[in-house]
């Protein structure tokens, strides 16, 4: 190759990057991949949507409202980026304004198509819309300038709520109204706990978090602020999902599949395995094991082997599931 034709490669490569800001691949070892798949829920038509090289790692694959695109977001050693594409893997769109920072996904209320999103560069909450891919903030900036995570809304996405955290390492839960904009602090605390994964109940009587610190586990408290209290001792890795009868929470405790009964407050631990997913019937769930993807029943009966992978999301609308394979070639 001479030195022209290097050259004039170069500058087509680099303008690509700047055109795009979204590479498939980035480092010197590309043989480290990510793949994103999509197969049936029986285990039958796997088909490969994506794939990203080298440093370029995913983080979650989240199908939108009517199931037939997956939005997967990915990171490199500085930026954020998203890739739409549809269920055989043709790329719809990029999302490049590396403002993405999804801890983990949550959707704003039930109809539409919005995720709400932290973004990656002044740490406040944007709601992502997957259809025109617009990001709106949606709270006003606060006085105490405090990051937000972990967003939850209600049903109807009329209230958010949140973890937030200011410059001096105050941490608090708060709760956004969308009609009225005001901001209600429900806990906060100087010390090391932390109150991560909140959701309000079905019914939107309760809001349930998990806090960190000396004595971590389960919490509920009422959306005022109000009968603040502990439920159980344990430390999650991820928000809890709702059976869609609104009877139970279904969330992963150091290791175990658990769900709980939000009248009675009775647990079932349903088995080993992490980072569950729920279909859209309440009937089964999609869960990772030391790397593998299993299904099983919602009472944790007929466990089966899915495939290969690190974590995976059901469709919305149907018996599909999206999931993440981290491997070399």
């Known amino acids: 190759m001479s030195k022209f034709q290097w050259l004039l490669l170069s500058l087509v490569i680099g303008m690509t990057l700047l055109l795009t800001g979204c590479p498939d691949s980035y480092g010197t070892n590309i043989t480290e991949k990510d793949y994103a798949y999509v197969i049936n829920a029986d285990g039958s038509g796997k088909q490969e949507i994506k794939w990203f090289g080298g440093y370029l790692k995913m983080s979650y694959a989240i199908f939108n409202r009517t199931g037939d695109r997956v939005f997967i977001q990915y990171s490199g050693e500085t930026n954020r980026c998203g890739v739409m594409v549809d269920l055989q893997g043709n790329v719809i769109d990029w999302i490049v304004e590396d403002m993405l920072y999804i801890q983990p996904p949550a959707r704003l209320g039930e109809a539409g198509d919005k995720l709400l999103v932290t973004s990656y560069i002044d740490r406040k909450l944007y709601t992502l819309d997957l259809g025109s891919y617009d990001m709106d903030q949606i709270i006003p900036d606060q006085t105490d300038g405090a990051e937000q995570y ?120 349903l088995g080993y395995g992490f980072k569950p997913s729920l279909s859209p019937d309440g009937n089964t769930i999609v869960y990772t094991d030391s790397g593998n993807i299993r299904i099983m029943d919602i009472d944790g009966d007929n466990v089966q082997l899915l495939a290969e992978g690190d974590r995976a999301w059901f469709s919305p609308v149907a018996d599909k599931i999206v999931y993440i394979d981290y491997r070399n070639d």
């Open 150 to 269: 972990y967003p939850s809304s209600t049903n109807d996405g009329r209230k958010v709520v949140y973890y937030a955290v200011n410059s001096d390492s105050t941490s608090f839960l708060r709760v956004f109204n969308m009609e009225d904009q005001t901001v209600t602090n429900l806990l906060s605390n100087t010390q090391s706990e932390k109150y991560y994964y909140p959701i309000f109940s079905p019914d939107e009587e309760w809001i349930y978090f998990f806090m960190t610190g000396a004595n971590p586990g389960l919490f509920k408290i009422r959306p005022d602020g109000s009968d603040w209290s502990q439920i159980i001792y344990y430390y999650a890795d991820q928000p809890g999902i709702y059976t869609p009868d609104g009877n139970w929470v279904i969330f992963s405790n150091y290791g175990r599949i658990m769900k709980m009964n939000l009248v009675t407050e009775e647990f079932v631990d």
